[in-house]
Structures are given as C-alpha cells and as structure tokens.
Nanobody
Framework: QVQLVESGGGLVQPGGSLRLSCVAS????????MGWYRQAPGKERELVAS???????ITKYADSVKGRFTISRVKRTIALEMNNLKPEDAAVYYC?????????????WGQGTQVTVSS
C-alpha cells in the first residue's frame, strides 16, 4: 500500500520561510508525479506545485506562488521551499501524487499539514 507522509509546516510571520517535505512509501510500479495542493477555510483545494518523474522533472506552479515557492524532488521524496510567505498562503497543504506522471496529481493524498502565516 502506498502512503504519503508529510512533514514541515507550522507558524511563520509574513515574509518568512517554511519547508515542507513528503515521502512516498510502499510499492510503486508506475512512474508518478508528486506535488502539493492546499486548501484554506471556505475555499476550494488548489494545486500549488507539482513535479514529474520524467522529462528531467517538469515543474508546474500556481501563478500565486511563482517566484516564491520552489519544488524539488529526489526519487520518492519531494520538498517545497516556501519563501516570502503571505497571509493568503495560510492553508492546509496536502501532498499528492499522480499515476503515470500526471502533473495534476490527485490519485493519492497525504494527511495534510497546517501552514499558518500570521504576525
């Protein structure tokens, strides 16, 4: 059984930085894209960033985080470096993967980790 285990998150002041990590464990027989979604209270879940396994690791970012967030990957572990955080970045962040290297992810979810941006 494949599981996604997240770490990181927490409370940070506006302008600060955080790092999220996620590792996929278990038997994976297909190449998978991995990344992060987030969901704030009262809002829909949105794709934040993803990275494929093929193509040298093709990255995709939400417009709202471009230039501030960076996703990276080493095999089954991904990291999301979040810089210059804004109050609107506060949300529960979910690690996700997409079978067959689907950069839209959504085939499996982690338990979520809270990111709070507040002074």
């Amino acid at each position: 059984q494949v599981q996604l285990v997240e770490s990181g998150g927490g409370l940070v002041q506006p302008g600060g930085s955080l790092r999220l990590s996620c590792v996929a464990s278990g038997s994976i027989f297909s190449i998978v894209a991995m990344g992060w979604y987030r969901q704030a209270p009262g809002k829909e879940r949105e794709l934040v960033a993803s990275i494929t396994a093929g193509g040298g690791g093709i990255t995709k970012y939400a417009d709202s985080v471009k230039g501030r967030f960076t996703i990276s990957r080493v095999k089954r572990t991904i990291a999301l470096e979040m810089n210059n955080l804004k109050p609107e970045d506060a949300a529960v962040y979910y690690c996700s993967l997409g079978w067959e290297d689907n950069p839209l992810l959504g085939d499996l979810w982690g338990q979520g980790t809270q990111v709070t941006v507040s002074s």
